[in-house]
């Protein structure tokens, strides 16, 4: 069965500093992949997806960005975070529906 | 418009009562319909597909009309276990990957 692991779970960061988030799949090949976020009271927000290695759309235009070195691998990141980017980071597997991780909640302070 | 808009709840219900949920979507071309289920501060987590025909799961109840663009979810004989966030998810047609739409929730809180 497919799985998907997504770390770490929590993390505090300050202002002006790197990010970088993790999400692997495992039990499925070139899954369509992506990363979204739910700030407080607010939506899921959809950040970029990809349908495969090195290929990344970007929904929103922002201070993150997105890769894939591995077809079961994807990464958030960002150089410099800024307190807008607190919120609870989810990514997700599959097409329709989709499968997400746990998240992480990240608090930029 | 917003794409995908659901009551504002939130819902505070005791056990054992019935309770419906209502979204609605501004794309008429939309295709595919979901609920998933969100709690506190966790994933959120496929409930139930809704189709055409309508569709149960147990004490479940998916209805969609399409004429409307109207889905709803009915949930019977509420438990305890059942208070979380329920959201409205719509698959837009065609254009990129991504097209999934997520309605903002309805939180629901069963009271004993």
């Known amino acids: 069965s497919q799985t998907i692991h997504q770390w770490p779970a929590t993390l505090v960061q300050p202002v002006g500093s790197p990010l970088s988030l993790e999400c692997t799949v495992e039990g499925t090949s070139n899954p369509n992949l992506y990363w979204y976020r739910q700030a407080a009271g607010r939506g899921l927000q959809l950040l970029f997806y990809?349908?495969?290695?090195?290929?990344i759309s970007s929904e929103v235009p922002q201070n993150l960005s997105a890769s894939r070195p591995q077809d079961r691998q994807f990464i958030l990141s960002s150089k410099k975070l800024l307190l807008s980017d607190s919120g609870f980071y989810l990514c997700a597997w599959g097409d329709s529906p989709l499968h997400f991780g746990n998240g992480t909640r990240l608090t930029v302070t | 418009r917003k794409e995908v808009e659901q009551d504002p709840g939130p819902f505070n219900v005791p056990e054992g009562a019935t309770v419906a949920f209502n979204c609605t979507y501004s794309?008429?071309?939309?295709?595919?319909f979901f609920w998933y289920r969100q709690d506190c501060r966790k994933e959120p987590k496929l409930l139930m597909s809704v189709y055409s025909s309508g569709n149960e799961d147990g004490r479940f109840t998916a209805q969609l009309n399409r004429a409307s663009q109207y889905i709803s979810l009915l949930i019977r004989d509420s438990k305890l276990s059942d208070s979380a966030t329920y959201l409205c998810?719509?698959?837009?047609?065609?254009?990129?990957?991504?097209?999934?739409?997520f309605g903002k929730g309805t939180k629901l809180s069963v009271k004993p």
């Open positions: 998810v719509v698959n837009l047609v065609g254009g990129s990957q991504g097209n999934l739409i």
């Open positions: 794309n008429s071309a939309s295709q595919s």
């Open positions: 990809s349908v495969g290695i090195g290929q």
